[in-house]
């Protein structure tokens, strides 16, 4: 395939800030794209360990070694990295990232390479031209690698790029002379973030226990996670605000079941689902909006019943999960919307079921459609029988080691409804997995908008565009912005399994701080061709990075 379409220039706009920044930023990708990383792999479990032991030959840390220090996710996971650099005062900004990646498996046969990027990137315009000129993206693509500015790799867009800039803003900052050095840098790189945060969620604990150990007033925090871009690049040179919000409500229906012959004489658990499924599925209605940003609208992510052989009989239970993104709305609120949606889905499909044995001249057995929580639910059956709450306890100690949500909450679901008196026509609506807290910088009061007032300064500095929400799920939603008991009390109650996989529990007085996102952007990240845009995320960001840096960190 040869490329043939124009397209638009990705090249960057000039800043006032003539530092080089591509050496530096360069040979620090180049270092920490040679280490594998993906998530529950022998690479993440010993990246920091790599980290630390390059960043500790550097003259300051060799000093002082004690500034650079690692913290286990979970037992026998893989690490937290930290990395202080002192200077004057107490006031102090976290730069934050994710090392791990997701697999290497879909670039196949090159998949090799997915950590030698000058090398994938041979091997991906062989492939490339080789290819019919009938994929838009694989021409894009082949228009990137053929231009020299972009850089292909498992991580190299999501998120070593960003990481990259981060440790490059930090030993120039060391480069200063101590008395110049106003404030402190502290560097935290979690591992999981592309499963379930476990790593993020841990380190908020070290957290405060550096801020108290080195006297540190933490102003702000500035998250490096990457963007995505299909066009010139002008979208994704942008500082966020905040981040988008996730939960994972889950449905499980209970019709009644018949013999398919006799349709009218039970009810479809199935045809409850689908009503419900065509009044949420990319419904613009039920999108959350905040400061002028509309989030995406929910969309399913399952959809099944939990029969595994051939049967005449309809299902008995059907099971649907969504996945609902939020910028203001509390998970109260989403549990509602799912409860109050699921109540009309079942009377539209009762009306639509009595319309039909009329017309067919078929019994109908009137049913009232009932709507309750899974927290509901859990009471109800663990105060029904007394072995049932020690049962119930072994069954989420079995869970515990369980990563995926889906797989999770349905156990636990179909546990508790194999000991419910209930019978359909009945909705149990509760949550099916950890909740990610939106954020936004607004809620921080006077320290919200002095980062605000440097952010829109340096944006106009480097003609950077100011938004308001992170679109990818990231782990600034457990960074400086901590959630009241009660809500996360009233989320615990409604998680199927509420292990610690899923429950957020933050065990300890978190820090509330400020954080936005500065990173690196690019395209098809998760893909074969994720690729990063190299001159932004070696010069362009990490000048960028530099001049907010300071601004904060000014007395």
């Known amino acids: 395939m040869t490329s043939t379409v124009s397209h638009a220039s990705t090249a960057e706009p000039a800043a006032e800030n003539v530092h ?111 290819t019919e000129a009938s994929d838009p993206g694989a021409e894009r693509a082949l228009h990137d690698l053929e231009s020299g500015d972009f850089l292909p790799g498992r991580g190299a867009l999501d998120m070593k790029a960003g990481l990259a800039a981060g440790l490059a803003v930090l030993e120039e900052w060391l480069d200063l002379p101590e008395t110049e050095r106003t404030g402190n840098l502290l560097l935290m790189f979690s591992p999981d973030e592309e499963d379930s945060s476990r790593g993020v969620r841990a380190a908020r604990a070290e957290l405060v226990q550096a801020a108290e150990r080195w006297e540190l007033d933490i102003a702000a925090g500035i998250n490096l996670d990457a963007t995505s871009d ?42 409850m689902n689908a009503e419900l499924l065509r009044r949420l599925e990319l419904n613009p209605a039920h999108a959350d909006e905040a400061h002028g940003e509309a989030a995406p609208p929910l969309v399913c992510l399952e ?83 007394p072995q049932y709450r020690q049962q119930y306890g072994t069954l989420l100690a079995e869970l515990t080691a369980e990563t995926n ?16 008196d209930r019978r359909g026509p009945l909705a149990v609506v509760g949550f099916g997995s950890l909740h990610y807290p939106h954020t936004h910088l ?23 565009k100011i938004r308001h929400y992170f679109a990818g799920i990231s782990d600034m939603s457990f960074i400086g912005a901590p959630l009241d008991p009660q809500t996360l009390g009233e989320i615990q109650r409604q998680l199927a399994a509420p292990t610690p996989n899923f429950c957020d529990d933050p065990q300890a007085a978190a820090l509330n701080f400020p954080t936005v996102n500065l990173g690196p952007w690019g395209r098809d990240y998760y893909q074969w061709l994720e690729r990063v845009h190299l001159p932004y995320a070696t010069q362009g960001l990490p000048a960028a990075l530099w001049d907010l840096t300071a601004q904060v960190l000014k007395p």
């Open 20 to 130: 080089s920044w591509a050496a530096s930023s360069r040979a620090w990708l180049d270092h920490l794209l040679g280490w594998p990383s993906e998530g529950g792999t022998a690479g993440e479990l010993g990246f920091a360990g790599k980290l630390a032991a390059l960043l500790g030959e550097h003259p300051y840390f060799a000093a002082h070694p004690q500034q650079l220090w690692r913290q286990a996710a979970w037992p026998g996971g893989p690490e937290n990295f930290f990395a202080l650099a002192r200077g004057q005062g107490s006031r102090t900004v976290v730069l934050s990232g994710h090392y791990d990646t997701v697999t290497s498996s879909n670039y196949e046969s090159l998949a090799p390479l997915a950590n030698r990027p000058e090398e994938l990137r041979a091997a991906l315009l062989r492939s490339l031209r080789a």
């Open 230 to 271: 299909q066009g010139d690049g002008s979208a994704g040179r942008a500082i966020y605000l905040g981040t988008v919000g996730k939960l994972l409500p889950v449905v499980c229906f209970v019709g009644r079941d018949t013999h398919a012959g006799f349709p009218f004489e039970g009810v479809s658990a199935h045809a």
């Open 303 to 385: 959809a099944r019943d939990f029969r595994d052989h051939y049967d005449v009989t309809t299902p008995q239970r059907v099971w649907s999960a969504y996945n609902v993104l939020s910028h203001a709305r509390p998970p109260q609120q989403v549990l509602e919307l799912v409860q109050r949606e699921a109540h009309a889905a079942m009377q539209t499909v009762l009306e639509r079921h009595r319309a039909f044995a009329a017309q067919a001249g078929q019994d109908f057995t009137e049913a009232a459609p009932q709507v309750i929580s899974l927290g509901e639910l859990r009471d109800e059956v663990l105060s029904s029988q």
């Open 405 to 420: 949500p889906l797989v999770a909450s349905q156990r636990a679901m179909r546990w508790l409804l194999d000991r419910s």
């Open 442 to 464: 607004s809620r921080h009061g006077e320290a919200g908008q002095r980062l605000l007032a440097a952010v829109e300064r340096v944006a106009a500095q480097h003609s950077l």
